[in-house]
């Protein structure tokens, strides 16, 4: 093996070039239209172009990747996460085209990838499993006929692929039919492949997985478990080791079941086994038959390069380690930082501004952003994974709650700020959270991100601040208005601000609850000093407690500028999106056409239009799917409404604020 083709994007690629080029590996990125400038493009030893822009075009074209490795050079293939790296098609493919395949045999993937055969499997290896139905027969009305026989609630799963794509739980009859149909559909779209099947569902289990590794000599051994119980629809955003409800002796039990899973079909490389906890009771959920992307998480815990030991396992080398010499020290934590609001709604963007964490020992951030990069709804909404570690869980919560508190990733919406709310939340604290956490708690996590009056009015003095040119920096007499809206939420105005500056940066500001004094500092000295990478946050006291702010612009909403604000101040770290309403005519929120509009949320391929002009619908009635970022989203009518006119059809590409639906005057439901 010299010269490595990596058949991913992203943060992954990334990972994968870092630990081939230490090996003295040369590397050859491929790249889809939109990522020609991407960093993983840059940093590898070469490039190859792919063509296309959606998946279908480019990364999941087996065709394109052969041709690509052949043109290159390329001696092997590493498939990263996602894409095709758990296709047995392609693994084949790369074999026969002479070419070394940095994963398992493709009869192992065949075995395992498909949760059906890998829970016909567990169960001749005495692995447990979730009653269920996983055969053939993908008539509706046999999972009809099955379902009865074991009850409700059910979850609806597709057999191939992850990620919480093809997943949908089930209470009753009546909801079965509508999520075979978008199950199906999603796992089609995402996988290339339908098939589904379904399985007792447990409604307040942990999930916990098992990495394992596997080489060519017949040994196989497992690196500890992961706690991946924090989840929103059905996808992970935090990850830690040791599970806080894994005593050692269930993580024997697990390792061992999951060993035994992976030496059963002949498993070569790395694999997770995942399981679900309840009860005292641990149930095989899957095999994922690659890496996965929290394996931060046990390299962190154990200090092994896990991208090191696939590539020298498919040199034909043996594991480095035996099971007793495998050691686990310390807790590991972390973060999936996304491309989405608190309230999971996906956003599509340009970074406008990134300044990357001083990477200190026990902090870790992989990661594919920059200046200007762009998240385009093509692919997943990942921006990156944070990762703290630490002698006990209680530190490694601290570090990884500041240090997300301290990124800056400017242009658009992110989770950062709702998952250090999640870390601080005393459930996760205190080892509790299962996979029901965010449904439960998810509501009081998002009010608590709501700034109260004093971090607006830091907000509001930071916009002020921004814009203003050096040359007319003086003090003046006259106050200026500042009157601004909060982005999400432009029906509760804020209270309108009175600025009036003293000079030496000293400003008075009036309205709100009461007048505050407010002084700016050189930000040439307190934001170099604080911020040696050069990052622009301003230093600025209120009422005498000392706050560190920044503000972006991002664009504007109907002719208002609109501003993205960080701040970290005596009771912690806030994060506002303002709309600067002051050259804006004074009207009542809420009211005139925009009440009677459906607007997209974002970014997407329009996949079916269930409403037509005249119908009357009730309120939770599905309105319009739309597939953003490889995943299906329903938009439903909060109350009832009757439909005006439908102004888009399927197969349309909608873009955010773009016009779906017009109600009738009495009424407007909103996404």
């Given at each position: 093996?010299k010269?490595l083709?990596?058949?991913?994007?992203?943060?992954?690629?990334r990972?994968?070039?870092?630990?081939a080029?230490?090996?003295?590996?040369?590397?050859?990125a491929?790249?889809?239209?939109?990522d020609?400038e991407a960093?993983?493009?840059r940093e590898?030893s070469?490039?190859?172009?792919l063509?296309g822009?959606?998946?279908a075009?480019s990364?999941?074209?087996?065709?394109k990747?052969?041709?690509a490795a052949?043109?290159s050079?390329?001696?092997a293939?590493?498939?990263?996460?996602?894409?095709?790296s758990?296709n047995?098609?392609?693994a084949?493919?790369v074999?026969?085209?002479?070419?070394?395949?940095v994963?398992p045999?493709?009869s192992?993937?065949?075995?395992?990838g498909?949760?059906?055969?890998?829970k016909?499997?567990?169960?001749?290896?005495?692995?447990p499993v979730l009653p269920?139905?996983f055969?053939a027969?993908?008539?509706?009305?046999?999972?009809?006929?099955e379902?009865?026989?074991?009850g409700?609630?059910l979850m609806?799963k597709?057999?191939?692929?992850?990620?919480g794509r093809g997943?949908?739980?089930?209470?009753s009859?009546?909801?079965?039919g509508?999520?075979?149909?978008?199950a199906?559909?999603?796992a089609?779209?995402?996988?290339?492949?339908g098939?589904?099947l379904?399985?007792?569902?447990?409604l307040?289990p942990?999930?916990?997985?098992?990495?394992?590794f596997?080489?060519?000599?017949?040994?196989c051994i497992?690196?500890?478990?992961r706690d991946?119980s924090?989840?929103?629809?059905?996808?992970?955003?935090?990850?830690?080791s040791?599970s806080?409800a894994?005593?050692?002796e269930?993580?024997?039990?697990?390792?061992r079941?999951?060993v035994?899973l992976?030496?059963?079909?002949?498993?070569?490389?790395?694999?997770?086994?995942?399981f679900?906890l309840?009860?005292?009771?641990?149930?095989?959920?899957?095999?994922?038959?690659?890496?996965q992307?929290?394996?931060?998480v046990?390299?962190?815990?154990t200090?092994?390069d896990?991208v090191?030991?696939?590539?020298?396992?498919a040199r034909?080398e043996?594991?480095p380690l035996?099971?007793?010499a495998?050691?686990l020290n310390?807790?590991?934590?972390?973060?999936?930082?996304c491309?989405?609001?608190?309230?999971?709604t996906?956003h599509t963007?340009?970074?406008?501004r990134?300044?990357?964490?001083p990477i200190?020992e026990?902090?870790?951030?992989d990661h594919?952003?920059e200046d200007?990069?762009?998240?385009?709804?093509?692919?997943?909404?990942?921006?990156?994974k944070?990762?703290a570690h630490?002698?006990t869980?209680?530190?490694a919560?601290?570090r990884?709650?500041?240090?997300?508190d301290?990124?800056?990733?400017m242009g658009?919406?992110?989770?950062?700020?709702?998952?250090?709310?999640c870390?601080?939340?005393?459930?996760?604290?205190?080892g509790?959270a299962?996979?029901?956490f965010?449904?439960?708690?998810?509501?009081?996590?998002?009010?608590?991100?709501?700034p109260?009056?004093?971090a607006c009015?830091?907000?509001?003095?930071?916009?002020?601040y921004?814009?203003?040119r050096?040359?007319?920096?003086l003090?003046?007499?006259h106050?200026?208005?500042?009157?601004?809206s909060?982005?999400d939420?432009?029906?509760?105005p804020?209270?309108?601000?009175?600025?009036?500056?003293?000079g030496?940066g000293a400003?008075?500001v009036s309205?709100?609850?009461r007048?505050?004094?407010a002084?700016?500092?050189?930000?040439?000295l307190?934001?170099?000093?604080?911020?040696?990478?050069?990052?622009p946050?301003?230093?600025?006291?209120?009422?005498g407690?000392?706050?560190?702010?920044r503000a972006?612009p991002?664009?504007s909403?109907?002719g208002?500028?609109?501003w993205q604000v960080q701040?970290?101040?005596?009771?912690g770290a806030f994060?506002?999106?303002?709309?600067?309403r002051?050259l804006l005519?004074?009207?009542s929120?809420?009211?005139?056409?925009a009440?009677?509009?459906?607007?997209?949320?974002?970014n997407?391929k329009?996949l079916?239009?269930?409403v037509e002009?005249g119908q009357?619908?009730?309120p939770g009635a599905?309105?319009?799917?739309?597939?953003?970022?490889?995943?299906e989203?329903?938009?439903?009518?909060?109350?009832a409404a009757?439909?005006?006119?439908?102004?888009v059809?399927?197969g349309?590409q909608v873009a955010p604020?773009?016009?779906?639906?017009?109600f009738?005057?009495?009424?407007s439901?909103?996404?």
């Open positions: 093996m010269k083709l990596i058949a991913n994007r992203g943060e992954i690629a990972r994968v070039i870092r630990s080029h230490r090996l003295g590996l040369s590397t050859v491929v790249y889809s239209d939109p020609r960093l993983h493009v590898a070469t490039a190859v172009a063509g822009a959606a998946s075009d990364y999941l074209r087996i065709d990747l052969i041709t052949r043109d050079g390329a001696d293939v590493h498939p990263g996460y996602g894409f095709l758990e047995a098609d392609f084949q493919a074999i026969d085209a002479g070419l070394i395949w994963g045999p493709p192992a993937i065949h075995a395992l498909s949760k059906s055969a890998a016909a499997l567990a169960l001749k290896q005495g692995v269920g139905y055969g027969d993908q008539r509706d009305e046999t999972f009809a006929a379902a009865q026989r074991f409700f609630p609806v597709a057999v191939a692929g992850g990620g997943m949908r739980l089930v209470h009859p009546e909801q079965l509508a999520a075979l149909q978008s199906r559909s999603e089609l779209s995402g996988f290339g492949n098939d589904l379904i399985e007792c569902a447990l307040a942990r999930h916990v997985e098992v990495q394992v596997a080489d060519a000599h017949g040994h497992h690196l500890g478990e991946c924090v989840q929103r629809r059905h996808q992970k955003v935090i990850e830690e040791p806080p894994v005593s050692p269930l993580r024997a039990e697990l390792g079941c999951a035994a992976a030496q059963g079909a002949g498993y070569v490389g790395a694999g997770t086994v995942e679900l309840e009860g005292g009771g641990f149930y095989l959920m899957e095999m994922n038959t690659r890496l992307v929290e394996h931060p046990t390299e962190m815990l200090g092994l896990l090191e030991w696939q590539l020298r396992v034909g043996p594991l035996a099971q007793d495998v050691r310390g807790h590991a934590i972390e973060v999936r930082l491309a989405e609001d608190a309230s999971f996906l963007g340009t970074v406008r990134f300044v990357e964490l200190t026990g902090l870790r951030f594919a952003l200007g990069a762009v998240v385009t709804p093509h692919y997943d909404a990942m921006l990156g944070l990762i630490a002698p869980r209680d530190e919560l601290a990884l709650a500041q240090a997300l301290q990124t800056q990733i658009l919406p992110t989770n950062r700020a709702f998952l250090a709310a870390l601080r939340h005393p459930v996760f604290q205190g509790q299962g996979i029901p965010l449904a439960e708690h998810g509501d009081a996590l998002r009010a608590t991100l709501r109260d009056e004093t009015c830091v907000a509001a003095l930071a916009i002020n921004a814009t203003k050096p040359a007319a920096a003090p003046s007499p106050p200026r208005s500042l009157r601004l909060l982005a939420d432009a029906a509760a804020l209270p309108e601000w009175s600025l009036i500056e003293r030496h400003v008075m309205g709100g609850e007048e505050r004094h002084r700016f500092h050189d930000p040439a307190a934001g170099a000093a604080m911020h040696p990478a050069g990052a946050w301003q230093s600025l006291s209120l009422d407690a000392s706050w560190r702010v972006q991002v664009g909403t109907g208002a500028p609109r701040g970290i101040g005596p009771e994060e506002c999106w303002l709309d600067d002051c005519p004074r009207v929120a809420g009211g005139g056409a009440a009677r509009e459906l607007r997209a949320p974002f997407g329009l079916a239009v269930h002009p009357t619908i009730e599905p309105l319009l799917v739309i597939e953003s970022m490889k995943l989203h329903s938009l439903t009518a909060p109350r009757q439909v005006e006119t439908v102004h059809s399927p349309q604020g773009q016009l779906l639906i017009t009738a005057a009495d009424a439901p909103q996404p």
